[in-house]
């Protein structure tokens, strides 16, 4: 039982009053009976006989209930009361108290009441049947008056004991339980307190433990002070490099260094002064002074009455997300391999530039590219020229004024963009060019080697109305072009006639993926003879009229199709056009061999040889009687491959001729490699033959040389009889001109052929 507990309480009070009366009684007892028995009053001595008899058996009952043995411990008192006054006489109705106020102390005030008017009852009892006398002082013996004033003043004094006792325990009860509610709430409160303490331990070990940084400053209202630090978790001390004591009352910015941004800083002081909670992104300091990237959150910390005690920070190193961002940024907005701008910050810039309009400062776009830089490539390796180009982008930066910028745009093409603020713009970027040209035309030693460039550099202005960033590149780029058509190494300044040239081209190109298409293209044949002017073959050329009627020049729209990539495909039609030609001409009785002109980029596709030989097997044309003419240009990249490929070629009967040769490539050595039939002289030869010594003298070399090594020769723009007389006379070389024939459609050429007069047979 709990010792709040009133029932606790009675139980231990009887149980030291049971044994207080069983000592007692054997105290007491004992003498009386012995006493009493002398005197020969047994029936006393069996009253306190019986008594201490049950006394002492209900002390060593403690298995029996509570209840049971106080209602016995009652009993025996009543019993003992009863008998006393039988025996002894009217004092010992005092015995009769006990039961009652015993009964309030042990059971409550009703048990009590109960006791005590059986008590009063068994007085008045005995007083009204003569077994006790009762009596008051001046009064007659054994009468009712007495017997009642006895028994008012017996109830009286029991009424007061009983009632006593019972307020006493009643008021002790309730205070009991008080204080088992007391206790309960304290014991909730202790279980309140110990889950706070114990959640209070969590989290402090959870913080400290954690891999975000904590940091608790203490709040001071004063201006201009310091917060000192009372926190710092584990993750915060690793990170810094720090002991706790050492920073522990130290100030917030302990860790702050040279490139610690201070507008951020104030941007954190500002929102302290409003008592606000900040977010922001600064560079701390470890104690050995390395520096990293912290995304710091920094909340007040207000105690119940609303004002601010401390400041809690958290913090997480973000050194890595920063690092990887400017990665990100590096790559997005700068070049790899040379670290200078990129497209994208170059024209990012130029838009600024642009928004400042005609308030803005004057500035120009130079777009330079290295010439001939593709050789180091193809001679060194990309290694060498990547640092041959690293090196070009530092003299270029070196050059760059603090608001100009340089920038690769890819290869070996660079874009200075050059701000001034003199009004003569174009002037100050031709000076910059003249410079350009001459720090990049220095040699460029790598892996001690010595290494040689030029520079074609593009100039566009800004800013004019209108422009926009990709007119700008164009311009500049327009510009660069010109520089190189007029022989590298130059400076062109854009001009508009410029623009209306590129624009003229680009139409040709547009024009031209649709005139193969819209059956616009024709091969045109032109007749080559011999020296008795007999034709012993044709040359397939290209033509291209208009649907409006209007025709484009083979020099005008040929290199638009080298330039666009169209070549490829107009030269594989351009075959099976050829094939065609000769079965038709060898239906009609004229097989002659056919000349057709393949381009280098055509010659150089990796299906090429697959490609001729799928034409052949679909046309039936025998490929004998096919003759390719290609250039000396073909000639100049990978010569063992381009050698291999004319071979494979020859194996399935083609044969190959040098168009326009003594133009191109000087080296002659390859003739004894090639599997060549024809040398076919260019026309800027034949048409000063034979009044000029020079020419004359080349067309001389060329037939001897040919004839030495056993190849045919066809002489082109053979137009006048002289010069066809001079070739006759020097070893009859085949002829093409318009001397014998113009080129013409093949209908036209059939109907050529049927009109002259047949020889025997034809050569072939």
Known sequence: MAFNDIAHWRLQIFTLLLSIVAVLGVIMALPSIAITAYHGRWDIVAVDTVALAWLLALWRARGVSYRVRVFHFLAILYLVGVAMMLTVGPISQVYLLAPPVLAAVLLGSGPALVALALSGATIGMLALTGYARLYVSDMPGQSSVATLVVLLNYLGIGMLLTLTC??????????????????????????????????????????????????????????NVEQPIVFVNDALLRRSGYAREQVLGQSMRMLHGPETDQEEVARVVRAMRKLEPVTVELVNYTRSGEPYWVEMEMVPFADEE?????????????????????????????????????????????????????????????????????????????????????????????????????ARLGGDEFVMLLVTDDDDAACGALAMAARIREVLAQPFDIGGQSYQTTASIGITLLPRDGQTVDDLLREADIAMYRAKAGGRDGVALFEDTMRAEVEHRLAIERDLGQALAKGELQMHVQLQVDRDEQPVGAELLMRWRRADGTSVPPDVFIPAAEASGLIVKLGYWALRQACLAW??????????????????????????????????????????????????????????????????????????????????????????????????????????????????????????????????????????HDQAAFLAAHGGPGMQGYLFARPMPLPDMLALLESRPQPGANAA
């Open 166 to 223: 019972s307020v006493l325990l009643q008021r002790l009860s309730r205070s009991l339980a008080d204080l088992r509610t007391f206790t309960a709430s304290l014991e909730e409160g202790r279980g309140r307190l110990q889950a706070v303490n114990a959640e209070l331990r969590l989290t402090s070990a959870a913080v400290a433990r954690l891999n975000d940084m904590v940091m608790i400053a203490k709040a001071n209202p004063l201006p």
């Open 306 to 406: 609303g004002v601010n005690t401390h400041w809690v920070l958290v913090g997480r190193d973000v050194t890595e997300r920063r690092k990887a961002a400017d990665a990100i940024h590096q790559l997005a907005f700068y070049d790899v391999l040379t670290g200078l701008p990129n497209r994208r910050l170059l024209m990012d810039r130029l838009q600024g530039l642009l928004d400042a309009g005609p308030a803005g400062p004057r500035a120009a776009v130079m777009f330079i590219d290295l010439d001939h830089f593709k050789n180091v490539n193809d001679a060194r390796g990309h290694a060498t020229g990547d640092l041959m180009l690293r090196a070009a982008a530092q003299r270029l930066s070196q050059l760059a004024g603090p608001d100009d910028t340089v």
């Open 583 to 720: 079965l038709r001409l060898s239906a009609a009785g004229h097989a002659l061999p056919l000349s057709v002109n393949v381009s280098p980029s055509q010659f150089r596709e990796p299906d090429f040889v697959a490609q001729v030989r799928a034409i052949l097997l679909e046309t039936g044309a025998p490929a004998s009687q096919l003759i390719f003419e290609v250039t000396e240009g073909l000639l100049i990249e990978n010569l063992d491959d381009t050698i291999a490929r004319m071979h494979e070629l020859a194996q399935l009967g083609i044969r190959f001729s040098i168009d326009d040769f003594g133009t191109g490539y000087s080296n002659l050595a390859y003739l004894k490699r090639m599997p060549l039939y024809e040398l076919k002289i260019d026309r800027s030869f034949i048409h000063d033959t034979p009044g000029d010594a020079n020419g004359t003298a080349i067309v001389q070399s060329i037939l001897a040389m040919a004839a030495h090594l056993g190849l045919r020769v066809v002489a082109e723009g053979v137009e006048t």
